[in-house]
Structures are given as structure tokens and as C-alpha cells.
């Protein structure tokens, strides 16, 4: 394909303040997981962002102050010079593809509970933290000046960082969000006392920071565009509008985190088009928002019809840091959409670098030296490699090895898809199956890969085929028996027609007339999923769970409220904190997770949803038979996530004939003295 004159918009230089964007494509400030802790891994994902054509790449939230301090999770920070020093890193990353580099000055007030900095909390009240039973302290009028001077303090290191976006963050419920909340700010001061009073703190910063750094850099807010007063959007507008000469650059959202950070399950694209949309009037300054923008059409429209003058996103810069260059160069189908499952922003919570489904070498940059878009050749001639299982992981390793210009031949037993063709199947879940879409659109383009459907393998099969490279990708199944966290050995009684799969369920089957129980011993979204399926149908559905919440580990990936909501809104009984432990004809034994006292509910079909089984029988059958390699990848070698699935695969195919060297490390080193 050939570039696209009409995506030309989305191409234009736009200038913000003392500086000029080079297009309107804006890497929003997001959650990496790497923080001050991983600065070599942060600049260098940062950087390939910039490679990938982002005109303006920024920073995750990056405290002013030890009194910020949101350990466990990874913040960036300007502290000091040796953050200075970090920062640097990932700004020059940044401009080495000609990008700006920007920074979000954060001070989280009251929300942070400053487990590593054990310092008092501040905020205009006292209130619990986000995350421990302790409290902040009431800000008095020397802490504002202070807060005021660590502020310019931090956006000076950005200076001296060389960064060219500075922003002052007023929402998330952060401190100057805090400031603005009458529910949040009772005081009677001139920080409180009315809408001027809860704003000056915003205004101040605003103009500090301009004084500070205006010269070198644009200065830019990140606020929300509704009124906490209950004043509605109109006021919030207004104030907006107010305080536009302080500002170079609206980044705005809304409070709700759950649409702004929304998972595919619940929101689609350009969820926040209604709320923002009239921004860019009221201020009269450059806008940039989110949506989960994947199609440069959605975002040529949103160009066109003035809702926003940058294009932001966190998400799909994650999936594919190459998304703009794509668009420039007319490679529309080699875009590899988001699929909005937030494993990206689980791991930031887990308190590890980011990962991504869809894009395996998000924070492996630095760390293994994998490029999103390139994959070095194998050098000379190779023989082909033959692939059994054509589910993420199978595809994964065909597209990465074709692309090294090795042949493949991939055999799969039914359609291409595994796991992802089932799970798709799930309420809400039909953008999952983008991971398949964008390999088969790659594969076709691989001549020297071949995909046959409809090819089940035996050990014999494979021998037959003469061909001396094997990798197994056979996946794995869900266990009927019982096997999981609660019931390590299984339980004897989950035998016979009344227990059901999820696979079977997925692949068509129905329970038979009467109540179903789904044992969730696993805590991911599957049981609630086929609760919530199973439920829409019209049978009776009992959730159990050992957890006290149902899917208790989508805490993680933003989906566990609505999950809860969505089941009690469909009528499923919720068994929480119970344990399945047997099962007889009309019913389930429960036990409770706590007490181990036995009750007995009515179950016709138990759905068991405990572990997983690894496909790798023809893995062991093929073991020391001669072939020149063998490996097992995805979830034939270790159930997991489609992420693991995809990483493992990405990762086995670069390491084919060619040693890769141990992941790099970052972590302080005692100085020499
Ligand atoms: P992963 O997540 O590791 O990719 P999946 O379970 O999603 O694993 O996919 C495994 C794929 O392997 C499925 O599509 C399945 O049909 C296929 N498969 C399993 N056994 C065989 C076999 N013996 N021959 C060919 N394909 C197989
Ligand atoms: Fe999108 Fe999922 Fe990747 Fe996050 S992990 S960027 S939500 S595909």
C-alpha cells in the first residue's frame, strides 16, 4: 500500500507554547511499571515510541516530592539530581527520533500511603490513603508554600532534563483534584472556602511552572472535564477557559477511570468523544484525549470535526509503538490493534514492568533488545520449521520465524485461533480476536509460511513429514477434575455427564435443564464470563469462589467492579468464599473457605474452572527421536495468560538457531566508596 494522502491531517506540525509538535500523534502520559526503578528500560520503550512516529512522547506520573510516593506501584520521580540524571535518559531517547519528550509532575496528596519515604501524607484534609489504613496531614499554609516550591523544583530538573512538555496533573483524584473537591476540601481558608479558593492551588502551579520553565517548554494540564461541585461540565468549562492563558495544551478526561481506562468488555473506541468534545471551544488551546483510538479513520474525524487536535493514546502506543509511522507509510493492515484486555496496566499494578497481548516486545527494549518492528534475519539458508497448533502461540512463532525468513509449515487440527477463538466467544469479547486477526493478515504476507487447517498430528504424522525442526504449541485444556488452588489433588466425584468444561462450553455445549454451579478456584475472568453467558441464555447460574469478590485478580485489569455488577444485574447467585467439594447427581457440596463448614446447594451441570492440563503428549512422544530441535511453547509448556502464550512463542522463534543472551538487569549497585 501506498501512503494515504487523506491521513495527511493527521501529519501536520501543530506548535504548543515554545515548542512545535511534530505531528498530532500523543503518546499520553501512562503507566509503564519501570518508573524510577527501570530508567534504562523506560527510556528506551519511550524511545522506540518516538521511533515508531509519536510526535510527543511523555512520562507516567513522576512525583515532585518524597512525600509522593506510591510504592508498591512504579512512579518516575525528579527528586533529585540522580532522577535529573534518569529522566535525562528517556528525554534524549525521545529526541533522537525527533519527538518532544514531556513529563507529568505528579503529587498524589492524600491518595499516597509513602511506604518507601515514610513521610507524612499532605492534602487539603486528612483522609485515607488509596491503599493503607493511615492518613495524610492537613496541609497548613507553610506546606502550600513548600508544595509550591518542590513543584518548581521538579519542573526545573525537567528543564535541566531537557524535557519540552511540562505538565501540572490536576485529576485522577491526585492532590490538586483533591484541592478542587468540595467533598474532598471542607476547609474555610483561601484554599477552600469557595470555587476561586479550591482552584488557586491549580493556578498557581499553572503559573509557577510557566515562570519556571515557560521559555523551553509547553506547559500543558491533565483535568477533567466534569465539576465535582455537581456544577456540571458547563462550569468546569468555564474554569477551563479561565485559567487557558497558563496553558499550552488541554490533556482532558473524565473521573470515571473505568471508561477513560476502559476494558474492551465495557467500552469500545472513542468512549470519551461526547464528554470532551467541546474542550477545544471553550479554551481555544490545542486538546488531546483518549479513546482507545486504533483506526486512523476514527481519528482523521476526530481531527476534522475539531474535538481534538492531538490524537492521545496510552494502549494502542502499547500494542504498537509503530501505529503512526504505519498510517505515514500506508501500512494500515500491519497495524496491530489494542485489544483492550489491560494486562498492560495489570502488570504496573503487580508492580512489574508493562507488558502487552498483542505486542510481545513492550519492556523488552532494553532488556532483551527485541524492536516491535524488526526481527533480525537468520543468516544463510535454513530448513523449515514445522509448527503443531495454530492458537496465539503457534501463529506468534510463525509470523516471527517467517519474518527471520525461515520456512514454516504450521498444522493445526481445526480453524487457527486456540484459546482466543473460544475466549472471544465470551460476552463483550470479540476485539480479543485482533491477536489472531493481525498474525493471519501477516502470515498471508509471508510467502515462505503455510498454514494448514484441518491437520490433526500424531507423533507418526510429524516423523513422516521428515522435516527436523518441531515446536509444539498444542496449548492446553481446562481440567475437568477439579485440580486448582482449593482442591490440589482433584476431586473423585467430578466425573460424569453433569460436569462440563469451559472449552466444551465455549466450543457449543449447553448444560442440561436445571441449576449450574461455576467453581472459580482460578480468580481471571473466565467463570465470570461464562456466568455471565450462561446467565443471558436464561439458565440458573450459582458464581462460587473462595475469593470474597468475583474474578478477584481483574482488580488488576479494571474489569472486577463491572464484572460484580454485570452478574448481580443478570440474576447469578454469588457463592463468595466457598469451595466446591463434591458433587452428586441434583448437588454441589459447598464448603466455606474460612470455617470449612459444609452446606449443600441444588446443581444439575458444574462447570469447574480450577486449572488447566498442558496439550504436551506429542512433546513427550517426540522426545530423543532424532529430530535437530524440539521445543513446546505457549500454554503446552505453562498455562498462562495470552500474553505468556504470545512472549514465549516471540521469544522461542528469535532464539531458533541463533543464541540470544540473558535479559539484561537493572538494579542498584552498592557504590564503591
Ligand atoms: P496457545 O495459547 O499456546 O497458542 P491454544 O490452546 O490457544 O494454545 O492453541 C493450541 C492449538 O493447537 C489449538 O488450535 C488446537 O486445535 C491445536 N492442536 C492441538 N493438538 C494438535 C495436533 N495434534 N495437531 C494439530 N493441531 C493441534
Ligand atoms: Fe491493549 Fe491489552 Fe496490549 Fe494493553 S495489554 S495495550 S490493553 S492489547
Known sequence: ??????????????????????????????????????????????????????????????????????????????????????????AEAVHSHGALAGVELWHGGGRSANVLSRAAGLGPESILSDTAPWQNQRMDRQDIKDLRDWHRAAALRAKAADFDVVYVYAAHTYLLAQFLDPALNARADDHGRDFDARTRLIRDLLADTRDAVGDRAAIAIRIEVTDEDGRGAEARAEFLGQIAPLVDVFDVTIPDYGVEMGP?????EAALETHVGHIRKATGKPVVSVGRFTSPDTMLSQLRRGILDFIGAAR????????????????????????????????????????????????????????PDRVPALIGQADPVLIIGAGPAGLEAAVTLGQRGIPVVLAEAGEPGGRVT???????????????????????????????????????????????????????????????????????????????????????????????????????????????????????????????????????TVEQTRLQARLIERGVSLKLGQIVTALAPDSATLACAYTGRETSIPCVTLIPVTSREPQDALYNALQNKGLATLRRIGDARAPGLIAHAIHDAHGAARAHLTAQPPPRRERPIIASS
Open 1 to 90: 500500500m501506498s501512503p494515504d494522502p487523506r491521513y495527511a491531517p493527521l501529519f501536520q506540525p501543530l506548535r504548543i507554547g515554545p515548542v512545535t509538535a511534530p505531528n498530532r500523534f500523543w503518546q499520553v502520559p501512562h503507566c509503564s511499571g519501570m518508573g524510577n526503578q527501570h530508567p534504562a528500560t523506560l527510556a528506551a520503550m519511550r524511545g522506540i515510541k518516538a521511533e515508531g512516529g509519536w510526535g510527543v512522547v511523555n512520562s507516567e506520573y513522576c512525583s515532585i516530592h518524597p512525600t509522593s510516593d506510591d510504592t508498591p506501584a512504579p512512579y518516575a520521580s525528579l527528586w533529585d539530581d540522580g532522577d535529573t540524571a534518569n529522566m535525562a535518559a528517556m
Open 264 to 268: 474492551s468488555r465495557f467500552v469500545k
Open 316 to 371: 494502542p502506543s502499547i500494542a504498537d509503538p509503530f501505529l503512526p509511522a504505519k498510517i505515514r507509510d500506508g501500512r494500515l493492515d500491519d497495524i496491530r490493534e489494542c485489544i483492550g484486555c489491560n494486562i498492560c496496566y495489570a502488570h504496573d499494578g503487580l508492580g512489574a514492568p508493562i507488558r502487552c497481548t498483542q505486542n510481545p516486545t513492550m519492556g523488552e527494549e532494553w532488556r532483551q533488545g527485541w524492536h
Open 422 to 556: 473460544r475466549e472471544a466467544r465470551l460476552p463483550g469479547l470479540s476485539e480479543w480476536g485482533r491477536v489472531i486477526d493481525w498474525r493471519l493478515t501477516q502470515i498471508g504476507k509471508l510467502s515462505q509460511v503455510t498454514l494448514y487447517p484441518g491437520s490433526a498430528m500424531t507423533a507418526d504424522d510429524i516423523r513422516e513429514t521428515g522435516l527436523a525442526h518441531v515446536m509444539i504449541a498444542t496449548g492446553s485444556l481446562w481440567r475437568a477434575d477439579g485440580r486448582g488452588r482449593s482442591n490440589p489433588g482433584g476431586v473423585a466425584s467430578f466425573s460424569g455427564p453433569n460436569i462440563l468444561t469451559p472449552d466444551e462450553v465455549l466450543n457449543g455445549a449447553r448444560p442440561m435443564q436445571g441449576p449450574v454451579v461455576i467453581f472459580d478456584d482460578e480468580g481471571y475472568h473466565i467463570a465470570a464470563g461464562l456466568a455471565d453467558l450462561l446467565a443471558a441464555e436464561g439458565h440458573a447460574v450459582t458464581y462460587v469462589s473462595p475469593a470474597g469478590t468475583v474474578a478477584e485478580w481483574t482488580t488488576y
